[in-house]
């Protein structure tokens, strides 16, 4: 019987890649000489700093620029409210989500159910993944396309199609 889990994770490699070009980014650009901008990478967050408020949001620019240049999806982004540093300088965090939470995964579960193939497709969750399995390998073909149209509010891919 045909399956494949569905499954969101970040390539943190490609991240803190994205990061190294946005710190050089910051060294190097006119417009951020004297701000004191800065990205840092710490575990799953990117803290961001700068001295106003327009600083701050090109500094956000950059790094979803440099993100989506290496092929990380903004929707495993989370971003934080900006909050007052020292000097009057501005930070903000912005938190990089990973893994399917239980409410998403009954949402793909619910919509494989009422919108996938009617026969034969069958869904469960598994830790932080869902396991799709079918009878026929285009149902299941069916149901990625399906799932790729659906906005679930975090980045989805699809892992361990088996026959």
């Known amino acids: 019987m045909p399956t494949f889990d569905v499954v969101s994770q970040v390539d943190m490699q490609e991240v803190r890649n994205a990061v190294d070009q946005a710190q050089r ?7 951020f ?8 990478l710490h575990e799953m967050e990117l803290r961001l700093h700068s001295a106003t408020e327009d600083r701050l949001r090109a500094v956000v620019q950059v790094v979803e ?37 239980s409410d998403t995964a009954r949402a793909i579960n619910r919509w494989i159910k009422d919108k996938g193939p009617k026969k034969g497709i069958s869904s469960q969750t598994q830790g932080e993944q869902v396991r799709v399995s079918g ?7 069916a149901v990625i396309s399906g799932l ?9 891919q699809f ?4 026959e």
């Open 135 to 141: 009878k026929k390998r285009d149902d299941l073909q």
């Open 148 to 156: 790729r149209e659906e906005d679930f509010g975090i980045p989805l």
């Open 159 to 162: 892992e361990n199609f088996r």
């Open 65 to 101: 620029e440099k993100l989506v240049r290496r092929k990380v999806s903004l929707k495993a982004l989370d971003y934080g409210k900006p909050e007052e540093a020292s000097k009057g300088a501005l930070r903000q965090t912005i938190s990089l989500k990973a893994g399917i939470t």
């Open 33 to 40: 000489k004297g701000t004191d901008s800065t990205v840092e």
């Open 25 to 31: 980014e910051l060294a190097t650009r006119f417009d």
